[in-house]
T-cell receptor, first 113, second 113 residues
Framework: GENVEQHPSTLSVQEGDSAVIKCTYSDSASNYFPWYKQELGKRPQLIIDIRSNVGEKKDQRIAVTLNKTAKHFSLHITETQPEDSAVYFCAASLSGSARQLTFGSGTQLTVLP | NAGVTQTPKFRVLKTGQSMTLLCAQDMNHEYMYWYRQDPGMGLRLIHYSVGEGTTAKGEVPDGYNVSRLKKQNFLLGLESAAPSQTSVYFC????????????FGPGTRLTVT
C-alpha cells in the first residue's frame, strides 16, 4: 500500500518568517495530495490540495508544490502568524480506491511572536 | 447544516466491554470513513464505506466492525475493547468525486482501562 513520510516532526519559526513542510510518497499512482491543519483538540481541516496534473497551487499565504518524478510534495507558508501554530498533516490518495487517504505523521508548527 | 457529527465525545471503557460510535452527516455524501489518531502516528484508516449498505476494510481494521444501514450514518463498533484501542476516533465523509475533500467530525476520545 501507499506510505507517506513527513518531515520535520516539529518546526519553530519566528512570526513573519516562512515555514516549509515536506512529504514523500511511495505509490507513483497516487494523484491527489491534500494538506490538513489540526489545532489542539479540534478536527483536521483541509487547507489546500493539489492533483497530480498540477505542479504548484497557491492560496494567499499558503502554497503547495508537487514533484511527481521525485514523488514528493511540500507545503509552504509565508509571513507566518501565531494563528498558524498547529499540527499539519499531508496525505496522498489513489483514484478508484474510494479516495482512501494515507496520512503522514504530522508536523507541529510553532510560530513564535 | 451540522456537517459531520459524532456521538459520544468522550468515553471510558473497561477491557472487554463493547460500545458503538455513531457518525452522522447531513451533506448527502456517498463516502464515509473511520480513522483513529494516535500520538506521532497521524490518522490511520480503520474502515470505510462507498455507499449505503457497503463497507470495506482500511489499514487497521482488526477489533472493529462497521455498518452503514442509512446513507447519512456510519457506525463503528468495538465488540471487546482492549487498551490498545485507546485513541481519538474521527469520522469523515466526502462526495466520492471531485472535489475530493474529506470533512471530519469533532472526534471521540476513547480510553480503555
Amino acid at each position: 500500500g501507499e506510505n507517506v513520510e513527513q518531515h520535520p516532526s516539529t518546526l519553530s519559526v519566528q512570526e513573519g518568517d516562512s515555514a516549509v513542510i515536506k512529504c514523500t510518497y511511495s505509490d507513483s499512482a497516487s494523484n491527489y495530495f491534500p494538506w490538513y491543519k489540526q489545532e489542539l483538540g479540534k478536527r483536521p481541516q483541509l487547507i489546500i490540495d493539489i492533483r497530480s496534473n498540477v505542479g504548484e497551487k497557491k492560496d494567499q499565504r499558503i502554497a503547495v508544490t508537487l514533484n511527481k518524478t521525485a514523488k514528493h510534495f511540500s507545503l509552504h507558508i509565508t509571513e507566518t502568524q501565531p494563528e498558524d501554530s498547529a499540527v499539519y498533516f499531508c496525505a496522498a490518495s489513489l483514484s478508484g480506491s474510494a479516495r482512501q487517504l494515507t496520512f503522514g505523521s504530522g508536523t507541529q508548527l510553532t510560530v513564535l511572536p | 447544516n451540522a456537517g459531520v457529527t459524532q456521538t459520544p465525545k468522550f468515553r471510558v471503557l473497561k477491557t472487554g466491554q463493547s460500545m458503538t460510535l455513531l457518525c452522522a452527516q447531513d451533506m448527502n455524501h456517498e463516502y464515509m470513513y473511520w480513522y483513529r489518531q494516535d500520538p506521532g502516528m497521524g490518522l490511520r484508516l480503520i474502515h470505510y464505506s462507498v455507499g449505503e449498505g457497503t463497507t470495506a476494510k482500511g489499514e487497521v481494521p482488526d477489533g472493529y466492525n462497521v455498518s452503514r444501514l442509512k446513507k447519512q450514518n456510519f457506525l463503528l463498533g468495538l465488540e471487546s475493547a482492549a487498551p490498545s484501542q485507546t485513541s481519538v476516533y474521527f469520522c469523515a465523509s466526502s462526495y466520492g468525486r471531485s472535489p475530493y475533500e474529506q470533512y471530519f467530525g469533532p472526534g471521540t476520545r476513547l480510553t480503555v482501562t
